[in-house]
T-cell receptor, first 113, second 113 residues
Framework: QQQVKQSPQSLIVQKGGISIINCAYENTAFDYFPWYQQFPGKGPALLIAIRPDVSEKKEGRFTISFNKSAKQFSLHIMDSQPGDSATYFCAASGRYGDYKLSFGAGTTVTVRA | GAVVSQHPSWVICKSGTSVKIECRSLDFQATTMFWYRQFPKQSLMLMATSNEGSKATYEQGVEKDKFLINHASLTLSTLTVTSAHPEDSSFYIC?????????FGPGTRLTVT
């Protein structure tokens, strides 16, 4: 049973456009929500993360929006660039179980030049 | 900071042999490390949680006698795939936890012939 549901499965965006990826969770014990970026044949890299005490966090062109009441969070990639073409995974963890991560299914983003 | 290395990056072995994969946190101490397996175009599947100085905790369905994990120090965890078979061919990725954050290694591509 997947604890974090991610959509869409894939998306194509033009260079300079905005990519939006959504995730939803059920477990209210989750209190840490990271996003990872993975290129083919590489390990995932931590991109940005948020705790539930804030509704938004921005780092450069990447922004996480968090809605605690709806149990949803999303990643916005502003001014998308071809180098952003990768697979993005949302995840969630809590204090229990050594903070192990529950991952979403992943979204493959393709940025067309 | 927060760099995790894996060795080897790729390995080919014959069916029936054993293969050891090392995971090191280079610039921080990790009391907890995790081992994942990833199939093409799929999300990461957690195999086990490894705590320094104690036995690993395996996820349901993962054969602990086949995938031996040793967390010998705060910077090193190893995964040994014993009596490997072609179905064990996969991309194996480790991660190391520092507080809430998990940092991933670059992955090891295992091919069993």
């Amino acid at each position: 049973q997947q604890q974090v549901k991610q959509s869409p499965q894939s998306l194509i965006v033009q260079k300079g456009g905005i990519s939006i990826i959504n995730c939803a969770y059920e477990n209210t014990a989750f209190d840490y929500f990271p996003w990872y970026q993975q290129f083919p044949g590489k390990g995932p890299a931590l991109l940005i993360a948020i705790r539930p005490d804030v509704s938004e966090k921005k780092e450069g062109r990447f922004t996480i929006s968090f809605n605690k009441s709806a149990k949803q969070f999303s990643l916005h990639i502003m001014d998308s660039q071809p180098g952003d073409s990768a697979t993005y995974f949302c995840a969630a963890s809590g204090r229990y179980g050594d903070y192990k991560l529950s991952f979403g299914a992943g979204t493959t983003v393709t940025v067309r030049a | 900071g927060a760099v995790v290395s894996q060795h080897p990056s790729w390995v080919i072995c014959k069916s029936g042999t054993s293969v050891k994969i090392e995971c090191r946190s280079l610039d921080f101490q990790a009391t907890t490390m995790f081992w994942y397996r990833q199939f093409p175009k799929q999300s990461l599947m957690l195999m086990a949680t490894s705590n320094e100085g104690s036995k690993a905790t395996y996820e349901q369905g993962v054969e602990k006698d086949k995938f031996l994990i040793n967390h010998a120090s705060l910077t090193l965890s190893t995964l040994t795939v014993t009596s490997a078979h072609p179905e064990d061919s996969s991309f194996y990725i480790c991660s190391a936890r520092e507080f809430y954050e998990q940092y991933f290694g670059p992955g090891t591509r295992l091919t069993v012939t």
